[in-house]
């Protein structure tokens, strides 16, 4: 199923006083993604808060995996929730969806900080053997507030990833949470770019094929 | 469907959307990209698959201080990148960097503060040294005179003759001769202050004559002293006699004798 994309501009920040807006769309808990990236562009802060509380964790997730340590990782989820606020007037609704969008922010903010660090600290490539176990994630748990989404998306994304061939969940993890490009992959499994490559092809169609119902896009 | 290179979007779409493109292959892409509306979708698409993949992990419970950490951040509106591990926020080593300047800048200000006063009191110090020195080396210097006076006066062949004069106080002047060198030494005491411009002006009386000797005014004290004054080494040197004269001295008296005695070998 393709996804359809509704045109929506970016909201110019000039046009839409931050305060004025906010006070007359009511409360931002029930108001979806897009509805809080126009709050948060208007300056409305509650609407930063509420992102949080739906995509803190995820950010955060992607952060840990990338950076290892849980003051960095939350550092990267504060800029990227800092950067989101500024950006609001100018989120492109074509690129994706508010999650993704606010994801990817972390994802970069995470590898920055990690290509800006000593490479001793990484996440190797051990990591990306063991998909799902991230390391020094002992002292997480459950946290009941979250969506039942999350829960049920996490495990469609555990069980996707299990249906890729370990080479192609090696492959798009590498890439993913290392920020390796195709070639730096090839490079460092000692593999030709193009089998690298065609991995990747392949094992993304299928996690997409797979987790299609399950994108954010679809709300929490 | 136009695509670069020799891969098709959809390999590339993927590989975009996961990052795994080099920056020029990337910038390529775009350029394709910006033309196809199609490759957009698949784009999106993968975006929110790769999204996905943050979940792959466990799910973790975020510190409940984190939410106003976020917003604080926001409301103070700061533009900063996230800093390496094992440092600190570029916010808070700006702050910390701030308040490191600060106590050094307090440091410096209390060390130079300290120093100054070190400075100032050691100038002080410096400065009462520096007198002392200088009143010690006067105290050398007059006692070395007198210690000179007292050789002289003591040396074999001087003799002391006295100079003496009417008045209350009775003012009186010694003279020390020695005639080994034709010198004298004179010290004057109870002497009355002289008139401006004036000084008292010695005499030898040489063959019945006055011959013009030294000059000089008496100190607040009443006291004068002159040493190495030359004596007429010729001539029946019989007395000495002191008058007021211009302070340049005058080649005969002008004015009354003051005080007078004789110099008789003894």
Same mark, same amino acid.
Request: proline share 7%; charged share 25%.
């Given at each position: 199923m393709m996804q359809t994309v509704p045109f929506d501009p970016p909201l110019p920040r000039s046009l839409s006083p931050r305060g004025c807006m906010a006070a007359a769309l009511?409360? #931002?808990?029930? @108001?979806?993604d897009r509805d809080l990236i126009v709050r948060s562009a208007s300056g409305d802060e509650r609407a930063v808060g509420a992102l949080y509380d739906r995509y803190g964790s995820v950010v955060y997730a992607v952060a840990y995996r990338i950076v290892g340590q849980r003051a960095d990782a939350e550092e990267v989820v504060i800029e990227t929730f800092a950067q989101a606020w500024r950006e609001a007037p100018r989120f492109d609704v074509a690129r994706g969806s508010v999650a993704g969008w606010l994801t990817m922010i972390g994802r970069s903010r995470a590898l920055d900080l990690v290509r800006a660090?000593?490479?001793?600290?990484r996440i190797t490539a051990a990591a990306a053997e063991q #998909?799902?176990? @991230? #390391?020094?994630?002992?002292?997480w748990r459950p946290d009941p507030s979250h969506s039942v989404d999350h829960t049920e998306r996490r495990v469609q994304v555990q069980r996707a990833l299990q249906g890729l061939s370990p080479s192609q969940r090696q492959a798009i993890e590498l890439a993913f949470f290392?920020?390796?490009?195709q070639s730096e992959i090839a490079e460092r499994l000692q593999e030709p770019l193009g089998t690298v490559k065609t991995r990747i092809r392949l094992g993304m169609q299928k996690l997409r094929e797979s987790l299609r119902p399950f994108y954010f896009e679809r709300g929490t | 469907m136009s695509h670069p290179g020799q891969e098709s979007p959809q390999d590339l779409a993927a590989a975009y959307a996961l990052g795994a493109l080099t920056s020029e292959e990337a910038r390529g892409f775009e350029a394709f990209l910006a033309g196809s509306v199609e490759a957009q979708r698949e784009v999106a698409e993968y975006r929110e698959v790769a999204a996905l +993949?943050? +979940?792959?992990g466990p799910e973790g419970r975020l510190e409940p201080g984190l939410r106003d950490r976020v917003l604080q951040r926001v409301r103070a509106g700061e533009a900063r990148s996230v800093t390496p591990a094992g440092g600190v926020p570029r916010s808070r080593s700006t702050t910390t960097l701030w308040l490191a300047l600060a106590a050094a800048l307090l440091a410096a200000v209390g060390l130079s503060t300290g120093l100054l006063s070190l400075r100032g009191r050691v100038a002080g110090l410096e400065r009462t040294l520096a007198a002392r020195e200088q009143a010690l080396d006067q105290r050398q210097r007059e006692l070395e005179a007198r210690e000179a006076t007292l050789n002289a006066i003591l040396e074999p062949g001087v003799q002391l003759f006295q100079l003496t004069a009417t008045g209350d106080p009775e003012p009186g002047i010694q003279l020390f001769w020695d005639r080994d060198r034709n010198q004298a030494i004179i010290h004057g005491f109870r002497l009355k202050a002289v008139p401006a411009g004036h000084a008292y002006q010695l005499w030898f009386i040489r063959d019945g004559k006055p011959v013009p000797s030294v000059t000089f005014k008496p100190e607040p004290t009443g006291h004068a002293k002159v040493e190495? &004054?030359? &004596?007429?080494?010729?001539?029946?040197?019989s007395a000495a006699a002191v008058t007021i004269e211009p302070e340049s001295g005058?080649?005969?008296?002008?004015s009354p004798i003051l005080l007078v005695g004789a110099l008789k070998k003894s």
């Amino acid at each position: 199923m393709m996804q359809t994309v509704p045109f929506d501009p970016p909201l110019p920040r000039s046009l839409s006083p931050r305060g004025c807006m906010a006070a007359a769309l009511g409360s #931002p808990q029930n @108001a979806d993604d897009r509805d809080l990236i126009v709050r948060s562009a208007s300056g409305d802060e509650r609407a930063v808060g509420a992102l949080y509380d739906r995509y803190g964790s995820v950010v955060y997730a992607v952060a840990y995996r990338i950076v290892g340590q849980r003051a960095d990782a939350e550092e990267v989820v504060i800029e990227t929730f800092a950067q989101a606020w500024r950006e609001a007037p100018r989120f492109d609704v074509a690129r994706g969806s508010v999650a993704g969008w606010l994801t990817m922010i972390g994802r970069s903010r995470a590898l920055d900080l990690v290509r800006a660090r000593s490479r001793r600290d990484r996440i190797t490539a051990a990591a990306a053997e063991q #998909p799902g176990g @991230a #390391p020094g994630m002992g002292d997480w748990r459950p946290d009941p507030s979250h969506s039942v989404d999350h829960t049920e998306r996490r495990v469609q994304v555990q069980r996707a990833l299990q249906g890729l061939s370990p080479s192609q969940r090696q492959a798009i993890e590498l890439a993913f949470f290392e920020g390796l490009s195709q070639s730096e992959i090839a490079e460092r499994l000692q593999e030709p770019l193009g089998t690298v490559k065609t991995r990747i092809r392949l094992g993304m169609q299928k996690l997409r094929e797979s987790l299609r119902p399950f994108y954010f896009e679809r709300g929490t | 469907m136009s695509h670069p290179g020799q891969e098709s979007p959809q390999d590339l779409a993927a590989a975009y959307a996961l990052g795994a493109l080099t920056s020029e292959e990337a910038r390529g892409f775009e350029a394709f990209l910006a033309g196809s509306v199609e490759a957009q979708r698949e784009v999106a698409e993968y975006r929110e698959v790769a999204a996905l +993949l943050a +979940l792959a992990g466990p799910e973790g419970r975020l510190e409940p201080g984190l939410r106003d950490r976020v917003l604080q951040r926001v409301r103070a509106g700061e533009a900063r990148s996230v800093t390496p591990a094992g440092g600190v926020p570029r916010s808070r080593s700006t702050t910390t960097l701030w308040l490191a300047l600060a106590a050094a800048l307090l440091a410096a200000v209390g060390l130079s503060t300290g120093l100054l006063s070190l400075r100032g009191r050691v100038a002080g110090l410096e400065r009462t040294l520096a007198a002392r020195e200088q009143a010690l080396d006067q105290r050398q210097r007059e006692l070395e005179a007198r210690e000179a006076t007292l050789n002289a006066i003591l040396e074999p062949g001087v003799q002391l003759f006295q100079l003496t004069a009417t008045g209350d106080p009775e003012p009186g002047i010694q003279l020390f001769w020695d005639r080994d060198r034709n010198q004298a030494i004179i010290h004057g005491f109870r002497l009355k202050a002289v008139p401006a411009g004036h000084a008292y002006q010695l005499w030898f009386i040489r063959d019945g004559k006055p011959v013009p000797s030294v000059t000089f005014k008496p100190e607040p004290t009443g006291h004068a002293k002159v040493e190495r &004054v030359e &004596v007429p080494a010729t001539g029946d040197i019989s007395a000495a006699a002191v008058t007021i004269e211009p302070e340049s001295g005058s080649p005969q008296p002008t004015s009354p004798i003051l005080l007078v005695g004789a110099l008789k070998k003894s």
